[in-house]
Every structure is written in C-alpha cells, then in structure tokens.
C-alpha cells in the first residue's frame, strides 16, 4: 500500500506552483496591461526616487504634460530613494533599461560620472536662475533646497540665529538630526558643518552633541519625531515650512536663518549613455527647466525652483527663509573625503 | 506491515531538499555580493570588519540583546500562563490575536506608537504630572532600545509559550485539579516544567531579531554609539557600494548569532515534551483571580497602549481620501498576496523539514548530521541574514532576466518564507513530535505511506498548528519592510512601504492610517486563520 515519492510529492508541488504563478501574475497584471496597450510608441524609461512618482509627487503631473508634447509614454522605476537609484545603475551597468536618471543630487554626481554611463546634456541652460553658477555638461538641475534647521513655534520662543549658537545649546530644547551613513540630509549637515568650520568641525561636533536627542537612519523618522512633539527641533529644508502652509494651512513649524549661510541640495538628472532614445532623454531635460515644469515641481516636490516658472509660486514660498550665503562643496571633493569625515563624525560624538 | 525499504529512503528527502534549497539560495546571494568585484579573497576588505568601532558596535548589541531577551521572557511567562488557565474570560481571543500585532508593524509605526505611551508628552509622562510626581521618561538610549524589543518581542514569546501550553494534554491539568493545585503551586509544579526547556528556543528566535535591529536601535540609541551591525552592512550596500564588505560584515554578524545559539544550547539542553496529540480543552476555567488580573493587565496593557495610541492617531485620519487612493488598494492586494504565498511557503517547507528531522532518518549518519546542522541553521540563524542582503545578490545575478518586477515577486516571497520560516517550526516541531510519540509507532506499523500519513494523520490532528504557523508566517510577511523595500520595485508597493513613502512626503495623518488600516487587515488575517482552524477540525 505504499506509494511513490513522486505521487506523494506532485500534487502538492504543483498546488504551490499554480498559486504562486496566479499570484504573480495578479501582481504584474496592473503593470504589463498599459505597456502593452501603447506598445508601438516611443518608450523614455526614467529611474527616479520613490516619492517623485507618488500620487502627490511630481511624476503624475510632469508625465500628463510631456507625454502631450513628445508623442512618446514615459515608464518610471523607481528602485528607491536616490541612492538606490545610483545604486541600480551600477548594479546593471551597461544593460541598464535607463534611458534617463531623475533624482541624484550634488553629493552623488561624482560617483554617478564614474559609472561612466552619463551622457552629455547638450541643453541650453542659459534660463537656469541658481543662486550659484552651473557649467556641468552632463547633469541639469531641476530643483533645489537648502538644509535648515526647523522648529516648533510653539515650543520655542528665542530660537538660535546662527549654527554657533546652535551649538551653544544646552539639552533643553532637543534636536534630532539624521545619520549621514545612512540619509542624505545627514550627510548634508555633516557637509555643512564641513563647508563653516572646516578642520574645526569634530571640536564643534561633540559640542553639538549635548543638545542633539537622538540621530535617526532616515528623514522620516527624524521628522516623525518632531511632529510628534518629542523635540522641537529637527534637520529638514528651509521649503518644510511651505508644506505646512500650503497644505495644512498651519504656520506652526518654521525654519531658522543662520548667519554663516545654509549648504544647499541641488537635485539633478541626465541621460544615459548608448540609450536608443538619447534624443528624447535630452528633449525631456530641456523641458524639466521649463517653465511649465518649473511650476509643477515645488509645489509637488517642495523644493525650489531652478528657473522661472510659468506660474507665481504660493505665497508662503515668499516667506521662506532666504539664506545670506549658499553653502556648497565640490561633488569631487565630497566623493574623495566622504568617507575621512563620516570617520572624524563618528569618532566626535561617540566619545 | 512496515514502511517499505523504498519508501524509507524518500523520507529524509523532502527535508533534505528544503535545507539543500533555502541553504544554497543563501549561499549564493552572499557568494554573489562576495566575488561581485575582481580580485578574488585576497581583495576583500578584512580590515574593515576588524576595527575599535565594531568592537563598540558588538558590546552595545550584545547588551541590548541580552537585556531585552530577559525582559521579553520574564513579563511573557505570567502573560502566557494566566491566558492558559483562563480561557473563557471577556475579550481573551482579542487579546490573543493582538499579541501578534506588534510583529507586523513597521518598526517606525512601532517607534511613534510608543512615543504615545513613553514620549516626553506621552500618557505616562501626563500621568506622572497629574500625580505631582517630577520624573522625566526618556526613551533615548539603551532603555528606550530595550523597551521597544521588550514591546515586540514579549508577545511573540508569550504566544508561543501558550501554543505550548495549549498542546498540553487534558489529562495533566485534570491531574492539577484533582490535587487542588492553583496559583504559584500549580505555576512551579505544573507550568513552570512545562515552559522552561523551549525558553531556550524562544530566547534564541528573540536574540535574532535584536541583533539584526536596525530603525529602532538608531531611532531610539540617541547616537551613533548605539548601533548594530546591520547598520553597518546597510551603509556597505548602500553609500559605500561595497558589495564585498556587505557580504563579510554579514558573515561576521552570523558567526555572532551562532554563538549565541550555541551558549543558549548549552544553558538549555534538549526538550523533552511529554505533550500528546489531543489537545487540551481544560475543564478548569475559572475567573482570574486578583493577581493573576493584574499581572495579566500590566503585561496586556504594555503591549496594547502603544496599539491603542496608534489606533487613536489613525482614527483621526481624513479616511476618505485614504480610501480613495487606488495606491493604497494595490498595496493591500500586493501585501495580501506575497503574504499568502510567503506563508503557504514557509508552512510547506517547515512540515518537510520537520517531518524528516523527527522521522527522516532511523540512526545517525552522515546525512542526518548535516541535516541536523541545516535545520539548526534555518531554524534561527538565518534571521541574522540582512533581507536587503539577500536580495542585492540575486539582483546582482538575476539583473538582466527579462520580467524583472515577476523575479522580484518571487525574491519577496521567498525572502519573506525563509524569514518567517524559524516562527513556524517553533509551532510545528513540537507539535509533530507529539504526534509522533502517540501515533508514529502505529503508523509505521500499518505501513503508512508519507502521503497517507500526511492526509490521515498529520494533516488532521495538527490542523491547529499548521493554521497557527501559517498565521505567523501570514503576520511576518504583511509587516515585512526588508525584502520588499530592497528589490524598490515600484510595482510591488506594500502596505508599509507605503507608509514610509507617505511619512517620507509629510503625510504623517494618511500614514498613520494606513497604519491603522494595517494594523485592522492582519487582526482580520488571525480572524481567518482561527477560522480555518476550527474548519479543518
């Protein structure tokens, strides 16, 4: 009365197999059907970071209006934060699908170059309106922040004015700042603090320390802290506040001008090198600076502007903290010393 | 009849092709991210896992682990026995399937949910002041790290030291009964026996989770100091692209779970459960009494305020809108079907895994040793494995297959089986080896085929098990953020990968309900489950 592996084995086999292949299938159906509807037009796939896709990013909005103008459908990927889509591109090399990267910044342009995928931009940058001079011939600038420090209105009533006095703080009114291993803007705060006080940064650092609560893996955390009112102030962008205002109407939580200047983000993107539709990556460039673009991006993105947009912005973006001085390293130098100041970090605030 | 020599020498097989399957897709994830750049062993970056900071990094983690092992153990006991004793009081079944909610919350959700209760203007905080008393709670550093593992974790243990308990035979607690033993006495003469030899197992499953912790141990470590080594294998994958130094620390972070599972072996010994197969439906089930009330409340209410607080912050969300996002129904579908699959997964593997451990092989030999060391691998120490380790490797190998969001489907899947896969054979072994003891002898006098004996008797008298293992697995796999967040498929949104891109885009109000409705869908999830259970039966 015993039966073989094989007919113990099968159908159980095949139960999970039909399962899964149903599943997988469901899961990629929503995805594969409009490809395939609009298969015989042109296709301009873009990596970018995830929340420039979400419903209430940019990708909606910029999609509808460059797809009625090129005759082409854009396919977004989106691997992750920005990282991650620098990351994807050196995982794929020269196979990679992209035909465009949306989404670096300045701090990732040096590594991203030496992939040896970027293209050219061959655009003309003239009506780009950035606070500093941009001649790179391959990444185009699309938008922009400043890192700043944000607060709490309600908590707080004589915040500090300068980076200096920040660190002068004592431990009553917390800050929370981000890991620069592990998040963009921490890694712009450890520049920044770079950029001010250069071979004195680790001193300042372990100042700093007294008052900092807790460093965070990520922006979102951080920032779920702070809103959570468990410290009053916490690392963001001086174009936070523009969110509250505008969506929330709420005027609560503003950024402090610091008098030695704020480091800036500027968000970048650029074709790839050998893609089929080199042409239509450098026409969606051209049209990420124009006006029409421009006005979509802040106000989706909440970042700034990089060239005049077709529209007037909000009028809370009017009131946003203007800084004196526009902080920036060389994306060369940040490259090479990354690692030499992430160590001198670490070595501060853990004593 | 006995099993026919054919049939005896297919038995260790499926356990065998199980540990053979997950072992190599392990090894070839990491050989991958090892050898990605050129240069062989003698390139890998060996002086980088060997520095003054790991060493810093390897105490805090072996402090934190240790102290939030104990905790986790020491509140879980009362909680599991008096929820044991007493099944029929109000609101019991509730407060068992909220024992596996924390286990399938993001740990950032987690994180703002016990800054509700332990925040600086959380409840306890508030009712501090309301009793004059001037204390602050601070949640940053070391005590915050461990409450927040004590919060995921003491659930988990209490849930499995029930599910031990439960599998009891009716008989022992009669016994209890009839000698009149209650309270303490029927605790040290009767539970106590019972638990202590899987607390080494239980130990062994919540030190993994606290070694390979990484938002709640930097979140709430108040510096960099606080770190684990998963922190540093996340900044080698992802700013340093150091795929080689990925791969090492990875090595380096399983060599120190292993030993923790060792000197764990060490201190517990092998258990000896005396369960049989029938399960326990006791007679006895009075009211709690006053102590057992209040130990039962504390331990319920640590673990349901933080859920109470996110329940309440999620309430307040504008919920048409939240409903009205098509985004939010393809991540429900999406979490709702890698879940599915990942649990029906992992429960098939762990049957075959541990019928051929309890009945794969009759005397020791070479294959049964290796099995041996296979099972104890995936058994625990695979939790020590990075999912976004594993998932780079096969990324790395599989980048330019076509159909690429289908592979990454499958990827999750399997990453989430594996993951869930330790959970489900702490509920199965014992189980089955109940089984075996009353039944297997009969069995293997009639001739039972595996089929037969799957169909007949495992499949039956362990229905109650396997729709607990696949609820474990099911629960692990919706509040999965590792596997699923590495392969960044934008097609393959979960319901907590959206709601970290909601709280990434200052949507902090719809991320709290979606965590809401999260947390709502795996209630619903156990609901099912239970269900299937009482059907199968």
């Known amino acids: 009365m015993t039966l073989s592996f094989s007919e113990f084995q099968r ?149 500090p004015t300068s980076l200096d006095a920040l660190i002068a703080m004592d431990d009553t009114h917390p800050l929370v700042i981000q890991d620069p291993r592990t998040s963009t803007p921490g890694l712009g705060f450890l520049l920044w603090m770079k950029a001010v006080y250069g071979d004195e940064a680790a001193q300042k650092w372990a100042d700093l320390n007294d008052s900092v609560l807790t460093v965070t893996p990520g922006w979102s955390e951080a920032y779920g802290l702070f809103t959570s009112g468990e410290a009053p102030m916490v690392l963001s962008y001086t174009t936070s506040p523009a969110y509250h205002m505008v969506v929330e109407s709420d005027e609560r939580y503003q950024a402090l001008a610091f008098d030695e200047g704020h480091y800036m983000q500027i968000e970048v993107a650029a074709a790839i090198e050998g893609s089929p539709e080199l042409d239509l990556a450098r026409d969606f460039l051209a049209f990420l600076i124009s006006p029409q673009a421009q006005s979509v991006l802040p106000v989706t993105n909440w970042m700034l502007p990089v060239a005049a947009g077709a529209e007037p912005l909000p009028e809370p973006f009017e009131r946003l903290v203007e800084p004196s001085e526009a902080l920036l390293l060389e994306p060369e130098m940040v490259a090479e010393q990354r690692a030499t100041w992430v160590e001198e970090w670490l070595d501060a605030v853990s004593r | 009849m006995t099993p026919s020599a054919a049939d005896r020498l297919i038995r260790p097989l499926p356990g065998l092709a199980v540990v053979a399957g997950l072992g190599g897709f392990v090894a070839i994830a990491l050989g991958a991210l090892l050898f990605a750049q050129p240069g062989g062993l003698g390139a890998l970056p060996f002086d980088r896992v060997l520095s003054p900071y790991m060493g810093r990094i390897i105490e805090f983690t072996l402090t934190q682990t240790a102290l939030s092992v104990g905790l986790s153990i020491l509140g879980a006991v009362p909680l599991a026995v008096v929820l044991a004793r007493h099944r029929r009081f109000a609101g019991r079944s509730a407060l068992v399937r909220l024992l596996a909610l924390p286990l399938a919350l993001p740990p950032l959700v987690a994180v703002l949910g016990l800054l509700e209760v332990w925040g600086r203007s959380g409840w306890v905080s508030a009712l501090l002041d309301a009793l004059g008393v001037d204390a602050r709670v601070s949640i940053f550093g070391l005590q915050g790290v461990v409450l927040a593992h004590v919060f995921f974790n003491l659930p988990l243990a209490a849930r499995l030291m029930l599910a031990h308990l439960e599998r009891q035979p009716a008989s022992v ?56 080594l998963e922190v540093a294998i996340y900044q080698a994958l992802r700013f340093d692209f150091d795929p080689p130094l990925a791969a090492l620390l990875t090595l380096m972070q399983l060599c120190l779970a292993g030993t923790l599972l060792f000197l764990l072996k060490l201190a517990g010994g092998a258990p000896e459960d005396r369960a049989g197969a029938a399960p326990a439906l006791q007679a006895w089930a009075p009211a709690p009494g006053w102590v057992a009330s209040v130990l039962m409340a504390l331990c319920a209410g640590f673990i349901i305020a933080p859920l109470a607080g996110l329940a309440l912050s999620g309430a307040q969300a504008e919920w048409s809108r939240i409903l009205a996002m098509p985004r939010f129904w393809d991540a429900a579908l999406t979490s709702f079907v890698i879940a599915v699959l990942a649990g029906l997964l992992s429960t098939a593997c762990g049957y075959a895994l541990v019928a051929t451990k309890l009945r794969g092989f009759r005397r020791p030999t070479a294959a049964s040793t290796l099995f041996g060391v296979g099972y104890q691998a995936v058994g625990s120490s695979v939790l020590a494995i990075p999912p976004i380790v594993l998932g780079a490797g096969w990324f790395l190998l599989l980048r330019s297959a076509p159909e690429p969001t289908l592979i990454a489907a499958g990827l999750i899947v399997i990453v989430n089986a594996l993951m869930a896969l330790p959970f489900v054979l702490r509920v199965l072994e014992p189980a089955m080896g109940a089984v075996e003891r009353r039944y297997g002898r009969l069995a293997d006098g009639l001739g039972l085929s595996e089929r037969r004996r799957f169909v007949r008797l495992d499949g039956p008298v362990m229905a109650r098990s396997f729709a607990a293992g696949f609820a474990f697995a099911l629960v692990l796999s919706v509040g999965d953020l590792g596997a699923a967040a590495l392969f960044g498929a934008y097609e393959l949104e979960t319901l907590p990968i959206l709601i970290l891109n909601l709280m990434g885009s200052y949507r902090t109000s719809d991320a709290a309900g979606v965590a809401l409705a999260l947390g709502v869908f795996v209630f619903a999830l156990l609901m099912v489950a239970d269900r299937l259970d009482r059907v199968a039966r």
């Open chain 1, 11 to 159: 159908p159980a086999a095949r139960r999970v197999l039909t399962a899964f292949a149903a599943g997988s299938a469901l899961l990629a159906a929503p995805v594969i059907a409009p490809m395939a509807a609009l298969a015989d037009d042109r296709e301009l796939t873009i990596y970018t970071y995830d929340s420039f896709v979400a419903d209430w990013g940019p990708g909606p909005l910029l999609t509808e209006q460059f797809e009625a103008q090129c005759g082409c459908t854009i396919n977004w990927v989106a691997p992750g934060d920005g990282v991650a889509v620098l990351n994807r591109l050196r995982f794929e090399g020269d196979q990679t699908d992209a035909d465009l990267v949306l989404g670096l910044d300045t701090n990732l342009i040096a590594e991203a170059r030496d992939t040896g995928l970027i293209a050219a931009h061959e655009t003309d940058l003239s009506a780009l309106e950035l606070p500093l001079a941009w001649d790179d011939e391959a990444f185009v600038p699309f938008d922009f922040g400043y890192f700043a420090i944000v607060y709490d209105t309600q908590a707080i009533t004589s915040p």
């Open chain 2, 173 to 228: 607690f009669r016994l209890a009964d009839q000698l009149g033993l209650a309270g303490w006495a029927r605790f040290r003469r009767i539970e106590a026996p019972l638990l202590l030899p899987h607390v080494p197992a239980i130990a062994g499953l919540i030190a993994m989770l606290c070694i390979g912790s990484f938002t709640i141990v930097l979140t709430l470590g108040g510096g960099p100091s606080a770190a684990t």
